[in-house]
């Protein structure tokens, strides 16, 4: 029991610090090239991690030889949490978006309060400190049954966490009724992929539509703005795992630029260039004309932030997030394919919701 306890914690450890990897912008920006093998580098840890909690409910447990209880109380709640809002992550088909972005919120807590229980855990061993034999930590028989019950406090846990959702009713409780609490989510986090984001003003921005056209443009902020705007509430999901729920976009459908510039025949892709000078995308004519697929310059009614991608980003809320570029600066229309910034680096071009990555 002693080992498979530190294979859960050597599992455990890889995992989160792949998670870190896979989240913390300053870090992803770094590993980008890497991205999509951490990824599945990712995956494989938190399955290991899954088979290390599961264990004890399928070998011989040994008589006689008494645990700590909170050495495996904690690692089996908290664990059985990571584990269901990780798989929660991972299967975005599975499950409501509303419970996915919760999951992904508790995912990360629950992981660093586990890891701070391990740090815990591991100064009072190299100081050789030993906890009273009876009480909170004292020493309990390996029963199955206890492990049955603990893994299941970790499973009502996450339901309660993520489809009841107590802070929601909380606040709504708190408030002056449900109308006056948001049920949109909020973004995890904003990435770049140059490490800094491009400056520009209203009154200096440009968007060059040209390509195969007859009637190649440049727009500036109030010419595109004066574009048929179009309102849609959408979910958004991050190829990382974290999703957005009930997202509202405002901006000019696909079809406003194709009247505007008139297409030749030729014409089977749209490109799309970003104000950093390295991002690139690239959707199919009939992908870019797709009933959801916008130029979007407000998110739940406001202007766009830096981050976000102000002043105009590119929305294509059935695919992953990577094909939505931020801070649009040309549109091309051609009849070649382009291999997008993404795209070179492993990641798929046709992105759609619940593919392989």
Request: with cysteine.
């Amino acid at each position: 029991m002693v080992r498979l306890h530190y294979y859960s914690i050597a599992s455990f450890i890889f995992l989160l610090l792949s998670g870190i990897a896979l989240f913390w912008q300053p870090v992803h920006t770094i590993l980008i090239p890497y991205l999509p093998v951490l990824y599945q580098l990712h995956i494989l840890f938190g399955l290991i991690f899954t088979v290390t909690l599961l264990i004890p409910l399928f070998v011989k447990l040994p008589i006689g030889k008494l645990l700590r209880r909170l050495d495996w109380l904690l690692p089996m709640v908290l664990g059985t949490a990571i584990v269901l809002t990780g798989i929660f992550l991972w299967k975005v088909t599975w499950f409501p978006t509303t419970w996915r972005s919760l999951a992904f919120r508790w995912h990360g807590w629950i992981s660093y309060g586990l890891g701070g229980w391990f740090i815990i855990h591991a100064i009072y061993k190299a100081v050789s400190y030993r906890p009273a034999n009876r009480g909170i930590n004292g020493y309990i028989d390996p029963e199955r049954r206890r492990f049955l019950k603990w893994m299941g406090y970790g499973v009502v846990g996450t339901v309660v966490l993520t489809v009841v959702d107590p802070v929601r009713l909380w606040k709504v409780a708190a408030s002056e009724g449900a109308n006056s609490v948001s049920t949109t989510g909020t973004f995890a986090e904003y990435y770049t992929v140059v490490n800094g984001y491009p400056t520009m003003t209203l009154s200096n921005y440009k968007l060059q539509i040209d390509g195969l056209v007859g009637n190649p443009t440049t727009l500036d902020w109030t010419r595109f703005q004066a574009l048929p705007a179009l309102t849609q509430k959408e979910n958004f999901h991050c190829v990382t795992g974290w999703s957005v729920a009930g997202v509202e976009w405002t901006g000019v459908h696909l079809s406003s630029i194709v009247n505007l510039v008139v297409p030749s025949s030729a014409v089977k892709y749209v490109h799309f260039y970003s104000f950093d000078g390295v991002y690139t995308e690239s959707l199919s004519l009939a992908e870019a004309l797709g009933e959801s697929v916008m130029l979007a310059y407000k998110l739940d009614g406001a202007p766009l932030s830096t981050p976000q991608g102000f002043p105009v980003r590119l929305v294509v809320p059935k695919m992953y997030g990577y094909k939505s570029i931020k801070w649009v600066k040309r549109v091309e229309f051609s009849d070649k394919p382009l291999t997008g910034y993404w795209e070179q680096r492993g990641y798929p071009n046709e992105a759609y919701i619940g593919s392989a990555i």
